[in-house]
T-cell receptor
Framework: GQNIDQPTEMTATEGAIVQINCTYQ??????LFWYQQHAGEAPTFLSY????GLEEKGRFSSFLSRSKGYSYLLLKELQMKDSASYLC?????????FGRGTSLIVHP | DAGVTQSPTHLIKTRGQQVTLRCSPK?????VSWYQQALGQGPQFIFQ???????QRGNFPDRFSGHQFPNYSSELNVNALLLGDSALYLC?????????????FGPGTRLTVT
C-alpha cells in the first residue's frame, strides 16, 4: 500500500524560513511532487523530485532522500500569501497518492 | 492560453441520483486525470484518460466512470450517489499519457449530495 505522512499544521513568521516534511512508504517510486493549494482553489504545481538531492526554484526548494522515504519543502523569505495548504504527492508504481496536506499559517 | 476549465462550479444532488462533471484540458494537453478531494484531505486519484481510454484507475467503485472525447475533453459520471460522494472533484491535465510530471488542475466542481 501507499502511505504519506506530513504535519497537519505549521505556523511561521513573515520573512522567516519554514521546512515542511513528508515521509512516505510506497510500492515503487516514480517521483515526488509538491503542490500548493489556497483555500477554495485548485492545487498548483511547485516542484518535482525523482533523484536524491535538492531542487531549488526561487524561494522554494525541495529535497528528496529515496533511501529514507523522506522529502521536505523549504520556503524562504515567507510572505503572507504563502499561507496555504502544501500537498506532498508520490507516484508509486503507477497511481499518484497525495498526503493530507500541511496547512501553513504565516503571521506578521 | 486557456487553462483547465471545469463545469459546473457547484452542484447539489440527491442521494441515488446520477451526476456528470465536465473538464476541458489546458491547450496542448492530451491527458486528463480526475481526483476527489474531501474536506481537509488530499486529492484521491480516481482515474486517468489518455487517447480516449481509461489508462489507470484508483480505488473507486464502478459507480464512477468516465469518458474522453477526441478533442481531449473529459467527463466524470457518478451513478447512485451516496452522501459520502460529497467532495470537490478536480480535473488535472498533462501531456503524454502516464507521465504525471507537471499536472495543471482545474478550479474543481463542488458536489453536495443531500
Amino acid at each position: 500500500g501507499q502511505n504519506i505522512d506530513q504535519p497537519t499544521e505549521m505556523t511561521a513568521t513573515e520573512g522567516a524560513i519554514v521546512q515542511i516534511n513528508c515521509t512516505y512508504q510506497t510500492s515503487g517510486f516514480n517521483g515526488l511532487f509538491w503542490y500548493q493549494q489556497h483555500a477554495g482553489e485548485a492545487p498548483t504545481f511547485l516542484s518535482y523530485n525523482v533523484l536524491d538531492g535538492l531542487e531549488e526554484k526561487g524561494r522554494f526548494s525541495s529535497f528528496l532522500s529515496r533511501s529514507k522515504g523522506y522529502s521536505y519543502l523549504l520556503l524562504k523569505e515567507l510572505q503572507m500569501k504563502d499561507s496555504a495548504s502544501y500537498l506532498c504527492a508520490v507516484r508509486g508504481s503507477y497511481i499518484p497518492t497525495f498526503g493530507r496536506g500541511t496547512s501553513l499559517i504565516v503571521h506578521p | 492560453d486557456a487553462g483547465v476549465t471545469q463545469s459546473p462550479t457547484h452542484l447539489i444532488k440527491t442521494r441515488g441520483q446520477q451526476v456528470t462533471l465536465r473538464c476541458s484540458p489546458k491547450s496542448g494537453h492530451d491527458t486528463v486525470s480526475w481526483y476527489q478531494q474531501a474536506l481537509g484531505q488530499g486529492p484521491q486519484f480516481i482515474f486517468q484518460y489518455y487517447e480516449e481510454e481509461e489508462r489507470q484507475r484508483g480505488n473507486f467503485p464502478d459507480r464512477f466512470s468516465g469518458h474522453q472525447f477526441p478533442n481531449y475533453s473529459s467527463e466524470l459520471n457518478v451513478n447512485a450517489l451516496l452522501l459520502g460522494d460529497s467532495a470537490l472533484y478536480l480535473c488535472a491535465s498533462s501531456l503524454g499519457g502516464d507521465r504525471m510530471g507537471e499536472q495543471y488542475f482545474g478550479p474543481g466542481t463542488r458536489l453536495t449530495v443531500t
